[in-house]
């Protein structure tokens, strides 16, 4: 994995991904999305429009490295992961699996990542994360919050009814604002949840990271999983 540091300047704009899929209610089946920039969005440094993973002074040359250290730094696994979907020529999304046993057809897929080239250098960042069964519907995508106490809603399911929400800095898995254990559906459909996070932390201009899971009980498991990035207003 060859992980390169970059240089920032400041760009004030807010690129559309286009092309990427979502997932379908995680039986491994992709469609057709848009992530819309919303219009209250501030770009972060370096980068066109805000994106989780990795910071924006790091560059990934290709796809598949941006989501593999996603998922070993930010859900803890070893990476499962299919292949690059491309969508337009500078974006795609990468499914990723529980690891399964036995062959390949027994995994199940967890969540989508979005990605997409940004930067001064081209580098390839996850714009979010896709899962209908583990979904934030409030705040949208790339809103501006305050930093404050911030109502987080959405659908989810896990083992046992819980779910894990959480806020962490984009690009700096340690750099954890808060977390809180809501709880969802714990069978085959998703129900609502709802949470307060506390981002008083945070520094207006950062783009902030809303990760919910829902866990299995194993180990080796990522667990359902969505994200979307949000940026502190200034």
């Known amino acids: 994995m060859r992980r390169r540091p970059i240089l920032v300047s400041f760009v004030a704009l807010v690129a559309l991904l ?39 002074d790091v560059a990934f040359d290709t796809p598949e490295e941006a989501a593999e250290d996603f998922v070993t730094e930010v859900l803890g696994v070893p990476p499962t992961l299919g292949e690059f979907q491309q969508g337009d020529s500078r974006s795609g999304e990468i499914e990723v699996f529980s690891p399964g046993e036995g062959d390949a057809g027994t995994r199940v897929v967890r969540g989508l990542l979005l990605l997409r080239q940004l930067g001064p250098a081209n580098g390839w960042f996850v714009l979010a994360a896709a899962n209908d069964n583990a979904s934030i519907t409030t705040p949208a995508s790339m809103d501006e919050v305050a930093a404050g106490l911030l109502t987080v809603e ?24 808060d977390q809180v254990i809501a709880q969802g559906g714990a069978f085959e459909t998703p129900e609502p949840f709802s949470v307060t996070l506390d981002l008083s932390r945070a520094t207006p201009g950062d783009t902030v990271v809303l990760l919910v899971r829902g866990g299995t009980g194993l180990e080796t498991d990522p667990g359902e999983f969505g994200a979307i990035p949000v940026v502190i207003s200034t």
Do not use: H
């Open 18 to 56: 286009a092309a990427c899929g979502d997932d379908d209610s995680g039986n491994g089946s992709t469609g057709t999305a848009t992530t819309e920039p919303s219009s209250t969005t501030s770009a972060p440094e370096g980068l066109e429009q805000p994106a989780i993973w990795p910071a924006a």
């Open 154 to 177: 959405g659908r989810a399911r896990g083992f046992e009814a819980n779910v894990v929400v959480t806020a962490f800095e984009a690009g700096d898995a340690g750099a954890e604002l």
